[in-house]
């Protein structure tokens, strides 16, 4: 017998894309917000996921209010500003390489 937890986290599973996770959660969202940071937004939201007490229960309620807080992170901010990844984080200056430098 399947308990409720174990159809969660398997319907939490089939899901591949920002959209389909926003959808399943029934969070109204821009597609256009979506398709500019939908990488970022999972991001955000496999970060804000992360810490919560390990070990801990999955809870659709808790689940969708981390996602909903991961989409509005970038309702009025970009990429770039909220340096979810870490190529955003390390470009703060330490990879740019002029294009004098290259020329000779």
């Not at 939201?45 to 309620?61: I, V």
Request: charged share 30%; with cysteine.
């Amino acid at each position: 017998m399947e308990c409720e937890a174990d159809t969660f986290e398997d319907d939490l599973s089939d899901l591949s894309s920002a959209e389909d996770f926003l959808d399943y959660f029934g969070i109204e969202f821009e597609p256009r917000v979506v398709q500019v940071n939908r990488l970022h937004i999972l991001q955000r939201y496999h970060d804000y996921l992360a810490k919560q007490e390990a070990g801990k229960t999955p809870e659709y309620a808790a689940y969708r209010a981390w996602l909903k807080r991961a989409y509005e992170d970038f309702l009025d901010s970009s990429a770039q500003q909220e340096k979810v990844l870490a190529i955003f984080r390390k470009a703060d200056g330490t990879s740019f390489v002029p294009l004098s430098s290259l020329t000779g």
